[in-house]
């Protein structure tokens, strides 16, 4: 089994997670057979090693994570590794493959770019 981990810095607030899961909605409307998880780095549950955990013990022998980031800060280039590291560790048989940052996509900055331009009324 393939699945895919949409990876959230995570908040104390709930509400902040609630675009993260349209995210995720919008994915499953357009691949309903896919396996999509949502999984946090902090504050909020579940974390990305208890999404990892569980998508291998129900068989998943690929997880292809992306971080919903808005650029490559800290987190990305010092903590995600570690933790990356050792879920590879603990679960040899799942091959855990990282993608780019989201915010950092061409696509995803023509977006945003788009958004601020007809808040701003420039286009």
Not at 9 to 18: F, L, N, T
Not at 54 to 74: H, K, N
Not at 108 to 114: G, N, R
């Amino acid at each position: 089994m393939k699945a895919l981990v949409l990876l959230g810095h995570g908040a104390r607030d709930p509400v902040w997670a609630e675009a993260l899961e349209r995210v995720r909605a919008a994915l499953l409307d357009a691949c309903p057979e896919a396996t999509v998880e949502l999984a946090f780095l902090e504050f909020m549950s579940p974390t990305l090693s208890e999404a990892v955990d569980a998508l291998a013990a129900r068989g998943a022998t690929r997880v292809d994570i992306v971080p919903v980031f808005l650029a490559r800060g800290g987190h990305m280039q010092r903590d995600l590794p570690v933790l990356l590291d050792e879920l590879r560790r603990r679960h040899p048989g799942c091959e855990l493959r990282l993608a780019p940052v989201a915010g950092e996509a061409p696509g995803v900055i023509a977006a945003i770019a788009a958004h601020a331009a007809a808040q701003a009324r420039l286009d």
